[in-house]
């Protein structure tokens, strides 16, 4: 299972903030240490899942959005996209290649 990724919704706004972030914080990570963003709006719409990844969350309790795992770790969603900044760049410092 991969071991950083986000799973965000089209139209949610604090889902909008946070792959903001990752963005920006994807660009200072190497390749392989990247946070994967995995778009929830079919899985949560139609129940389709196109990613082997939604399967796997739906089976362990998928409640909210945005839904953050990054190394074994599940991250609350932020109450704004700077503490969420903030908290990522301490937790991956060691990774940045930047």
């Known amino acids: 299972m991969l071991n950083r ?3 965000a919704r089209r139209g949610c706004a604090i889902c909008h903030g946070v792959v903001q972030v990752v963005n920006h ?3 200072r990570l190497p390749l ?4 994967r963003i995995i778009d929830g709006f ?4 139609f129940g389709v899942s196109v990613d082997p990844i939604m399967n796997a ?3 362990k309790g998928f409640d909210m959005y945005p839904f ?3 190394s074994g770790i599940r991250i609350q969603p932020p109450l704004h996209p700077k503490l969420f900044k903030t908290f990522m760049v301490k937790l991956l410092e060691d990774d940045f290649i930047i």
Do not use: G, P, S, T
């Open 68 to 70: 953050i795992f990054i």
């Open 57 to 59: 969350v739906a089976d």
């Open 32 to 35: 392989k240490k990247q946070i």
């Open 25 to 27: 914080l994807n660009l």
């Open 5 to 7: 990724f986000i799973i």
């Open 42 to 45: 079919l899985h949560d719409e």
